[in-house]
């Protein structure tokens, strides 16, 4: 079974935001040494960077206000960590940086007590609010999708020409594709079922003009 995100290798940097802290690490799209099929001009194998950090995510969610303020939160939405505050870890959504004249609003863990709690943190000062089992959340991984320094490589399969096969190979920055990093590649499969490219290492299972059936031995590097 196709596997959408496998880590492959833990923290490569740090980076600071305005919503807390980042952390940046690869995925591939393909899960290595199973058989695994993909049509032709689709791309058989994807390895990117990502930046990501903890947060929450609403599960439940009954309407309140918070020191006469509306919580403008709901089921399904989530709030990465924001900052760490005296006994308190903050999660805030940066789309409600505009709810407030001035400060945030969002949920709070409470370190002493080990609950989750709605807070708000404006000019009058930073207010929690316990509220009894109205509201519950699970830990999830919030992913930034405007990474303007992330990279992926990319290897296509383009079809077949007898016994050779069709491969491109592209790099993008941000989803900009990098002119000089693109190759066009042709494998004769008299010479071996395995081909490779910058560490990538196939196994050609079975091929036609529509799909191509392979493993992923391993993947860029």
Do not use: H, W
Not at 158 to 180: H, L, T, W
Request: proline content about 2%.
């Amino acid at each position: 079974m196709e596997i959408k995100k496998i880590i492959l290798l833990i923290i490569l940097s740090i980076s600071f935001t305005a919503n807390g802290q980042f952390k940046r690490r690869l995925y591939n799209t393909k899960e290595l040494n199973i058989p695994l099929k993909s049509e032709i001009g689709v791309e058989i194998f994807l390895q990117g960077q990502e930046d990501y950090q903890e947060a929450i995510e609403i599960t439940e969610l009954q309407d309140f206000k918070i020191n006469f303020v509306k919580f403008p939160y709901k089921v399904g939405d989530i709030l990465p960590f924001l900052k760490d505050r005296k006994n308190y870890q903050l999660y805030f959504n940066s789309n409600q940086k505009d709810y407030l004249d001035s400060g945030t609003i969002g949920i709070a863990f409470d370190k002493e007590k080990n609950i989750y709690v709605p807070y708000i943190d404006s000019f009058n000062g930073f207010l929690t609010k316990d509220q009894k089992g109205k509201l519950k959340v699970k830990n999830v991984i919030y992913t930034n999708a405007n990474c303007e320094d992330c990279f992926k490589k990319v290897f296509i399969y383009n079809g077949k020409a007898g016994n050779a096969v069709n491969f491109s190979y592209r790099e993008f920055i941000n989803d900009m594709v990098r002119p000089a990093f693109t190759q066009e590649l042709q494998y004769d499969l008299n010479e071996g079922k395995i081909i490779g490219f910058k560490g990538l290492r196939i196994e050609i299972l079975n091929t036609s003009n529509i799909e191509i059936e392979y493993k992923v031995l391993s993947e860029f590097n």
